[in-house]
């Protein structure tokens, strides 16, 4: 499939409104202007586009649920992405910054809000530069602001920065950050689309998904859907990292498999090695193994084989990977990152890594291996965030596939891998 999101983003003009002018920028707006916001949900409905933030649910139906009777109403885009190994939004803002802007627009007029807030990952200040100057942009050319294009409907857009909190990516977290509060999430129900910022019914929308609703609108939701297989339609963008040739973001069908993603795209493991597990979104789902390359990467592909695509980072490892290890090293970020409202995970992610920290030094005893177990399933589905689970994969699915390495490492004493080189955390750094 020819790039679509992505077409122009090694151009070195890309992020300018003149350039996206020349190139059909903003004429999605114009279209949608001249439609009814219910039209432009039934579109979005019709083209079955999936929230790319990692969950995969239906935007269209997520827009249609937002509270008609209640205003104001918000859009906040969730441009947080701070599941490791996930680096696709930061790509679409830093090089098509005005598709993101469109897409707010759009979505605004289609749920009936004058604003939206893009809530920015706080590393991304560069991005966030890039961002303001592409808004004020759009606001001097009459794309945002009152009265656009003359058709009488007003959008503000306004950027919230981070503080660097992988929980804030969570959406409610997102809400309370945006209203000045700790980034710990709500219970739900009531979800965002009925209770949101400032309690007003809010849609809460990641950067990818946002850049795919000008396509729907000025290309057609059958054309879109068309795109890929049935219920995964439009373009996706992979995030390919770890022991590859190239790692990057690829654009491509959700018809495409791993194998064609990690061999194809990315070139393949590095020389002279052999691959040994795939993470396909992000560190938060299953691992798979080598012989389910074949799986297609789509959100029902991926779930089929025993995963999740989340948010599509495809994290590949080869043999030099201590699975020990890696589990360690997830749980000493999920221990750091909890924001500590629940105490299965506030507690349970720190005796996770404690204990798969004394089990990688060559100090655990087997019983270890039933005590990891045991908290991990005390922590699954047992939270008020998903945080919660996504804490609990690294160790239940290194346990499930490679519990003959956390042996090795409690009779030997070590790791008996012949790994060049080990990350560690800094000294201290337990507690
Ligand atoms: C711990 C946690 C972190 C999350 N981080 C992000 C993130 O950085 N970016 C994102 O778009 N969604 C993230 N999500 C998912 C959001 O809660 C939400 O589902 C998403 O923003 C909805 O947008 P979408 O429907 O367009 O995918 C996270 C969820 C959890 C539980
Ligand atoms: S699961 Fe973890 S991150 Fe989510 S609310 Fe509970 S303590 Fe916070």
């Known amino acids: 499939m020819e790039p679509i999101l992505t077409k122009y983003v090694r151009e070195p003009n890309s992020f300018t409104l003149d350039f996206y002018l020349q190139h059909e ?15 432009i949900i039934e579109m979005v409905k019709a083209s079955g ?14 827009w249609q649920f937002v509270d008609k009777k209640s205003s104001p ?27 993101l802007i469109e897409g707010c627009a759009i979505g605004c007029y289609a749920i009936g809000a004058k604003v939206a807030y893009i809530y920015i990952r ?46 804030a990516g969570e959406e409610t977290a997102l809400l309370e950050s945006l ?42 939701p059958a054309w879109y859907s068309a795109l890929g297989p049935e219920k995964n339609g439009g373009p996706k963008l992979y995030c390919i990292s770890g022991h590859v040739k190239r790692p990057g973001v690829y654009e ?48 029902d592909g991926i779930q089929k084989a025993g995963s999740l695509l989340g948010s599509a980072a495809i994290v590949v490892l080869d043999e030099t990977t201590c699975m020990v290890w890696l589990a360690e090293n997830l749980l000493h970020f999920y221990r750091h990152e909890s924001c500590g409202k629940c105490t299965p995970c506030r507690e349970g992610t720190d005796w996770l890594h404690q204990i798969l920290r004394r089990i990688e030094r060559g100090e655990g005893q087997m019983k ?28 239940l699915t ?22 060049t080189w080990r990350a560690r955390q800094p000294v201290g750094t337990t507690h």
């Open 122 to 167: 706080g590393e991304f200040f560069h991005v966030q530069q890039i961002l303001e100057k592409a808004i004020d942009e759009a606001y001097a050319r009459g794309f945002l602001g009152k009265n656009i294009q003359g058709s009488g409907f007003d959008c503000d857009v306004y950027i919230h920065r981070g503080a660097g909190a992988y929980e």
């Open 252 to 299: 491509a069908s959700m018809h495409i498999t791993l194998r064609e993603l990690i061999e194809g795209h990315a070139g393949g493991v590095r020389d002279g090695h052999t691959l040994k597990a795939v993470i396909p979104g992000g560190s938060s789902v299953p691992i798979l193994l080598p012989d389910q390359l074949d799986t297609q990467a789509s959100f």
């Open 179 to 220: 209203e000045g509060k700790r980034a710990q999430p709500r219970n739900k129900p009531p979800f965002p689309a009925v209770v949101g910022l400032y309690d007003k019914p809010t849609a809460v929308n990641n950067v990818e998904t946002l850049c795919n609703v000008p396509l729907i609108v000025a290309k057609g």
């Open 49 to 62: 586009l999936r929230g790319r933030g990692g969950a995969g649910f239906p935007t269209g139906m997520k």
């Open 368 to 395: 270890d291996l039933d005590l990891l177990q045991s908290v991990a399933d005390n922590i699954a589905g047992k939270t008020l965030c998903a945080f919660g689970d996504a804490a609990a994969t690294p160790v």
């Open 398 to 419: 290194t346990l499930k596939h490679f519990r003959h390495e956390y042996e090795a490492h409690v009779n030997e004493g070590r790791c008996t891998l012949p790994a």
């Open 73 to 99: 109403r918000y859009i906040a885009c969730n441009a947080d992405e701070s599941e490791p190994g996930t680096f696709k939004d930061h790509l679409l803002m830093e090089r098509n910054p005005h598709l």
């Open 25 to 39: 920028g903003y004429d999605a707006l114009k279209l949608a202007l001249t439609k009814k916001p219910d039209e």
